[in-house]
């Protein structure tokens, strides 16, 4: 695979908008937006309740992903690219866990909208390994109601574009342990330090597998 990678320019981009008090963009509008898949266009200083109410307006047929990092709101569609490596990465963790018995449950590409943290995200892939979290998952799983389910232990980040807000943040206030990110045809392993911070490691703490073997 040749994902093309875009970098972020110090000339404010025409895809980067301020937006105090603009209203909500319509389905056509975002539709025009992200007719470029993995083109992230950026709408600066909006508050939660602007997220939720875009958010919760795109019916889920739609191929328009939104995040928000407690200020800036980013919004794109995936391209094929984008989809293939993200099923690919999905089922190496799915095929490890699954061979070795160890306990887990996917939750695919799910928005974690977190109105206590303002922020919202949503991962390629999302999965739970911990004991304590798959009870409550198996606690939980007649809710339809995110709120209802802890936030995930591994995500999946497939980055064919510079992301232009701050994803990492959103997952550390998620509290996500362990992200692995695609970049420019290798995956990197990030591990949730202290400090809440993220740390390039060598190997997964949930699977038995080091970063330069997934790829390969």
Not at 150 to 161: G, Q, Y
Request: net charge negative.
């Amino acid at each position: 695979m040749s994902p093309v990678s875009t970098n972020p320019s110090s000339v404010p981009s025409p895809s980067v908008l301020p937006c105090p008090e603009r209203s909500v963009p319509s389905l056509d509008e975002l539709e025009r937006m992200t007719f470029v898949p993995d083109e992230r266009y950026v709408i600066q200083d909006v508050d939660w309740a602007f997220y939720e109410q875009l958010v919760d307006s795109i019916p889920e047929r739609a191929n328009i992903h939104v995040d928000y990092d407690g200020k800036d709101l980013e919004i794109m569609s995936k391209g094929a690219n984008h989809e293939e490596v993200g099923e690919l990465l999905g089922k190496l963790v799915s095929l490890i866990a699954y061979e070795l018995d160890l306990p887990f449950k996917s939750f695919g590409e799910t928005t974690w909208k977190r109105r206590e943290i303002a922020r919202g995200l949503e991962a390629d892939k999302s999965y739970y390994f911990a004991p304590e979290k798959l009870a409550a998952v198996a606690e939980a799983r007649r809710s339809k109601n995110i709120a209802d389910y802890p936030n995930p232990d591994l995500a999946i980040e497939v980055d064919i574009s510079r992301p232009k807000i701050d994803r990492p943040g959103i997952y550390a206030a998620l509290g996500v342990a362990e992200v692995w990110r695609f970049d420019d045809d290798q995956v990197v392993i990030e591990r949730l330090s202290a400090d809440r911070t993220f740390v390039a490691v060598d190997a997964s703490g949930f699977l038995p597998i080091r970063a330069e073997e997934i790829v390969r």
